[in-house]
């Protein structure tokens, strides 16, 4: 079993914790489905453009059918004129994909594992600020030696000075562990970590109680 190193908000080691969720191993064809599939999801799917019947104007002919010399038309709305409609043109649609539940688990589980493997992801005792202030966000981070482009934080739960103190932070996202059974869905700001918000950080930053929620949920 893997084994974190855990520190302080000062970044120095105070000890070591072994993540109790097993040696999975993610096959690349499902972290690759996991990642498609949220992405896949995000897109709102309203791009619109105008069909022939739907584009104003163009119901006179434009010139005679015969003896100009030019080949027949019936419209100057048609595709292959300036200021026409668009020949099979795009319409509202859902771009919305499903994943298993067991392969989403599979796929999250993996990455962290592979992650921990890689030495990118930190383990500290407590990420808790009483007061909104990025300027502490942005030092603890300094003191656990981050200087990567991005920077994933997992809470064990929504709190919102915390929240708020990296939020204005660049290419920093704040994330949650997963609620466990029986948690009401009270709706926040933050959203429990995906495989794909594991996949593209440079660092991962994880809270002690938040490790202990992913071994609860997912152990």
């Given at each position: 079993?893997?084994?974190?190193?855990?520190?302080d908000?000062?970044?120095?080691k105070?000890?070591?914790?072994?993540?109790k969720?097993?040696?999975?191993?993610?096959?690349?064809?499902?972290?690759?489905r996991?990642?498609?599939?949220?992405?896949?999801?995000?897109?709102?799917?309203?791009?619109?453009a105008?069909?022939?019947?739907e584009?104003?104007?163009?119901?006179?002919?434009?010139?005679?059918?015969?003896?100009t010399?030019?080949?027949?038309?019936?419209s100057?709305?048609?595709?292959?004129?300036?200021?026409?409609?668009?020949?099979l043109?795009?319409?509202p649609?859902?771009?919305?994909?499903?994943?298993?539940?067991?392969?989403?688990?599979?796929?999250?589980?993996?990455?962290l594992?592979?992650?921990?493997?890689?030495?990118?992801?930190?383990?500290?005792?407590?990420?808790?600020?009483?007061?909104?202030?990025?300027?502490?966000?942005?030092a603890?981070?300094?003191?656990?030696?981050?200087?990567s482009?991005r920077v994933?934080?997992?809470?064990?739960?929504?709190?919102?000075?915390?929240?708020?103190?990296?939020?204005?932070?660049?290419?920093?996202?704040?994330?949650?562990?997963?609620?466990?059974?029986?948690?009401?869905?009270?709706?926040?700001?933050?959203?429990a970590?995906?495989?794909?918000d594991?996949?593209?950080?440079?660092?991962?930053?994880i809270?002690?109680?938040a490790?202990?929620?992913?071994?609860?949920?997912?152990?």
């Amino acid at each position: 079993m893997a084994k974190i190193e855990v520190k302080d908000s000062k970044g120095k080691k105070v000890g070591e914790q072994e993540l109790k969720l097993g040696d999975v191993k993610a096959a690349s064809s499902v972290l690759h489905r996991a990642l498609i599939t949220e992405e896949a999801n995000w897109r709102q799917g309203t791009q619109s453009a105008k069909t022939r019947s739907e584009t104003r104007g163009g119901g006179r002919k434009p010139y005679k059918q015969k003896k100009t010399g030019n080949a027949r038309q019936g419209s100057t709305r048609s595709p292959h004129y300036a200021h026409g409609s668009m020949a099979l043109a795009v319409k509202p649609r859902s771009y919305e994909k499903k994943l298993n539940k067991k392969e989403r688990r599979l796929a999250i589980v993996g990455a962290l594992n592979a992650r921990i493997e890689e030495g990118v992801v930190t383990v500290v005792d407590g990420i808790n600020f009483e007061a909104p202030k990025t300027k502490d966000a942005a030092a603890l981070l300094k003191s656990l030696g981050s200087d990567s482009r991005r920077v994933l934080v997992i809470l064990p739960e929504y709190h919102d000075a915390t929240y708020r103190s990296f939020r204005n932070l660049p290419n920093v996202e704040v994330r949650t562990a997963p609620a466990k059974a029986g948690d009401d869905g009270t709706t926040v700001k933050t959203q429990a970590f995906s495989a794909r918000d594991l996949m593209v950080a440079h660092q991962i930053v994880i809270a002690k109680d938040a490790l202990a929620r992913i071994e609860e949920v997912w152990a």
